[in-house]
């Protein structure tokens, strides 16, 4: 229905323009010998024609912005919709001024349309850049700005870094519950992310691929809200003071793998969830590529194996250590075999 308001709008205003255009100047429409009679409907027509195509264009454009009305207002604070009101009613004021001029200079079928289109251009503008800038505002006026504590709903506010999305690891606490609430992706990493996807190199692009596809994912987990974050912090030169930045605005958790990063928002008081660490805690022992020191207990069943055993009395089958029984050798764990008594762990001797 919007849509075709909207194109009668515009359709009605071009006719209008083209008649004018028309009864003005007759020669613009096949020459001189052009009758005004001609001229005004040839005018009327080519403006009706332009104004169907570019106002159902003009049309799709407006009813898309509404439909993203709804989640951009369930997305924004109170402090932004206030700043936002107010940045309306001064556009307005704004439009209405510049539209003045085109409504007395301008043939009244041209100017009131033109005028319009100013008045609405002027208060969508004034919004976003009030609601952009709402915190400043609303303090350069004396107003706090109360920020919604973190977890007072039950929930928490999470900001992921590219790593992290391409780990993966985030997506499984978000399965187990261990990461709800607000997930906040921003926009410059969705950037880094596609400009990795796009890479001419194999590896990036799968890496990249596969930190997009986690973001879908997390997207699609009931008690999880993915946002995108539109705020880029131009002041700060590095990805990582952005992420630090945001973070802190928020009040939020930093998701990370990147241990530099961990450290330095740590430094600064931001709450972080560092992937890796988290990963290193809870490994249950050694895993395959692990290097350790270990005593040589006896010989294995098999000729030419020693047998060792961890603190917690996981058994460790060494290839070439039998003549090295009693020694304290450096081994690197080379699998693994879980059993009905216990996990088993093969190891050969670093040389």
Known sequence: MIIEAVRLVVTLALTAAGFLLGRASPALFGGSDTAPDTAVVIGAVIGAGVGYVAGGLF????????????????????????????????????GVAAAVP???????????PVGALLVIVAASYGS??????????LAAAGLG????????????????????AIDGRVLDLAQAGLVRGEVVVPVFVLDELQGIADSGD??????????????????????????????SYPEFPEVDAKLMGLAADLEAVLVTTDHNLSRAAGLRGISVLDLQALGDSLRSGPVTGDRLEVVIEKEGTEPGQGVAYLDDGTLVV???????????REVEIAGALRTSVGKMLFARLIT
């Open 59 to 94: 049309g799709r454009l407006v009813r898309r912005g509404l439909d993203r009305a709804p989640e951009m207002a369930a997305r924004a604070t109170g402090p932004e919709l206030f700043a936002g009101a107010f940045g309306l009613i001064a556009g307005l004021l704004v």
């Open 202 to 231: 194999l590896n990036r692009r799968r890496r990249g691929r596969r930190g997009l596809d986690v973001l879908d994912a997390i997207g699609g987990i009931p008690g999880v809200i993915l946002v995108a974050e539109e705020r």
């Open 128 to 137: 976003r850049v009030f609601a952009a800038r709402s915190e400043d505002l």
């Open 102 to 112: 085109s409504v007395m200079l301008l043939p009244q079928l041209v100017g009131w």
């Open 318 to 328: 060494i290839e070439g250590a039998a003549s090295d029984v009693g020694a304290t």
């Open 145 to 164: 700005v109360r920020r919604r504590p973190a977890g007072a709903d039950g929930s928490q506010t999470f900001v992921v870094d590219s790593s992290a």
